[in-house]
């Protein structure tokens, strides 16, 4: 039986002034929520005004307040950025979190020493400890954390990603812990959520680094959860639909998915109300630009403490819409990037995985920590000659990330060339536009192996990195190699603009 009030349907707004009316409702709840941070500490700064301004709004509306992420706040081995993350969850008193994959970059004992100085509760049931294991088993809760908010008793569960040993660069940085796969996962999902029902908890909440196949798999065989803040797919799922983000559970209950993108671009505060019996009779799910929030001054200025002030380097005045899907779309961000390398190290051709942009940066004040924050990764350039085959070779093998159910490895952005696919994920045409801006056609169903360019693109292409073998390269074609990233390129560059500054997309990637 549907148990959400069909008068007042998922997408709908609060009536009289924000106040939720429901005759069925009896208590009211809203959840700051966010994943896949990834380390991005410009967007935390952010994030703390944001969660401010719901938890004022959720004192006035009378509702239970959480604070919930569910995973990958770090990333890296880069330690001031993760301690400075650490921080962003002990200031924004974030009350719950489940660890994602990236978490681990630091390994086990370096991430639960980062967690120690956090009141943030760190969940995850199916997480395993060899024996005597000491430093990460002291701070994950395996057990459900049940917490009391205005008498109501709230019960909140945590799993890890079961593809987690797939995702680490190496395997013993675990230190030996183990997560439990998808379907033993979903069987203890269960017997947890029974126990908490014995108890007379009946309001469940799981905050999940699974992803959202595993989650809406979760959701149609679990009884008894009532949210899933989902991370780790990098979905940003809007408002509430039925059988898409909306499902009943083998009891008959509705269960409510949220997701919120990755990078820190978007955060979500959902707004629910629950029966005497723990059900949802109403939910409004909102997903917000984190950009349309200034930067807090406590938390840029406890950032500062932590990883040094960040110079001015120039004013941003316009930038075009970050795209729902980077992986698939041309990047305004990649433009610009890609651009300032060609540039500034006098190439050809650059090329950029769409996955390694990892943020964006908003207008006004531009600091060299906001340009560096989009590429935490800092994979080194590298300055090649590569043939014309090998580089059409790439550029179909990352297009059929349009087809890819994962959108991965995503398309690759460019400057130097042009080019068109089309939705089946071919190549249909590309251009080469030399230094002089000359326009020459590239024949990509015949490429000449013969005929080279100078390319820059970083190492982790160059090792072939997401399947991309073609961009591999014996040493006598590797031109020059750079001790640095993506990020001074552009820093350099955008200290010789004229400021303000906009950075645009010039449709230089079409999809027809």
Known sequence: MNLINTKI???????????????????????????????????????????????????????????????????????????????????????????????????????????????????????????????????????????????????????????????????????????????????????????????????????????????????????????????????????????????????????????????????????????????ITYVQNNVTNTNLYSPNLVMTKTMDSIMGVSPQIGTLFYVDAIPRNNLVEENPWADFVADAVKKELDADIVLVNSANFRGSVGLGTVTERDISSIFPFNNKLRKVKINEKDLVDAIKFCAKSLVSKSSKPGIMQVSGLTYTMNLQGELVDMQYIDKQGNIHSVDVNNPDPNKTYTAIYDEFLLSGGDGLDMLKQEPQNIIEKYDFDKDKCTIDYIKKLVQPFNVKKDNRIKIV
């Open 9 to 279: 349907t998922p997408q709908s707004k609060p009536v009289n002034g924000g106040e939720f009316k429901n005759p069925n409702s009896k208590v009211k709840t809203s959840i700051f929520y966010f994943n896949d941070l990834h380390g991005q500490i410009p967007k935390m700064q952010r994030l703390y005004s944001a969660v401010q301004c719901a938890q004022f709004r959720a004192e006035e509306t009378g509702s239970d307040f959480f604070k919930f992420s569910s995973g990958d706040t770090f990333i890296g081995s880069d330690e001031k950025r993760n301690t400075a993350a650490a921080n962003f969850l002990k200031i924004a008193d974030i009350d719950a979190q489940a660890l994602g994959n990236h978490e681990f970059d630091i390994t086990a004992s370096i991430c639960a020493n980062l967690l120690k100085n956090t009141d943030t509760k760190i969940l995850g049931m199916n997480m395993n400890f060899p024996d005597n294991y000491s430093e990460m088993s002291k701070r994950v809760m395996r057990s459900t954390v049940v917490t009391d908010k205005s008498g109501e008793k709230y019960g909140v569960i945590g799993v890890q990603p079961s593809d987690i040993s797939k995702r680490l660069k190496k395997p013993e940085i675990l230190e030996g812990i183990t997560i439990d796969d998808k379907d033993q996962t979903i069987v203890e999902l269960q017997q947890e959520v029974d126990m908490l029902k014995k108890q007379g908890i009946n309001k469940i909440v799981l905050l999940s680094h699974e992803g959202n196949e595993t989650e809406r798999e979760i959701a149609n065989k679990v009884s008894g959860i009532d949210v899933i803040l989902g991370g780790h797919s990098h979905d940003l799922i809007e408002d509430v639909k039925d059988g898409e983000n909306l499902f009943y559970s083998p009891s008959g209950e509705p269960v409510v998915i949220t997701q919120a993108g990755r990078d820190g671009n978007y955060f979500g505060l959902l707004n629910l109300e629950f029966n005497d019996k723990g059900q």
